[in-house]
């Protein structure tokens, strides 16, 4: 079983920033791959980020490409996404997620969801 709660969602100005972050509870984090999602209003949920818990390469959605990062913090068990550069096109819950195996860009092929928080980049 795993758990997720987000935090770090807000209001921010386009170009701006903000840092979300996941704290996660596990048996173990090994296995696990960690990814962010988001939601606008009206559409469907989208991949935004993902990378495996015990490190490596980190993968992303074309649209945040060099301007998201993702990263863990192994002693806090946290799982971050600094969003720099922030556009209004960017506003929508996001979602943190976890699967064990490999890293994939499908929010069905993810078991275990934080319960969101909400970002809204003003113009």
């Known amino acids: 079983q795993v758990q997720l709660v987000e935090s770090g969602g807000g209001l921010v100005q386009a170009g701006g920033s903000l840092r979300l972050s996941c704290a996660a509870s596990?048996?173990?984090?090994?296995?696990?791959?960690m990814g962010w999602f988001r939601q606008a209003p009206g559409k469907e949920r989208e991949f935004v980020a993902a990378?495996?818990?015990?490190?490596?390469?980190?993968y992303y959605a074309d649209s945040v490409k060099g301007r998201f990062t993702i990263s863990r913090d192994n002693v806090k068990n946290t799982v971050y996404l600094q969003m720099n550069s922030l556009k209004p096109e960017d506003t929508a819950v996001y979602s943190c997620?976890?699967?064990?195996?490999?890293?994939?860009?499908?929010?069905?092929?993810?078991?275990?969801w934080g319960q969101g928080t909400q970002v809204t980049v003003s113009s």
């Open positions: 596990a048996r173990t984090f090994s296995s696990l791959v």
């Open positions: 997620a976890a699967r064990e195996g490999y890293i994939w860009r499908d929010p069905s092929d993810y078991n275990y």
């Open positions: 990378m495996y818990w015990r490190g490596g390469s980190t």
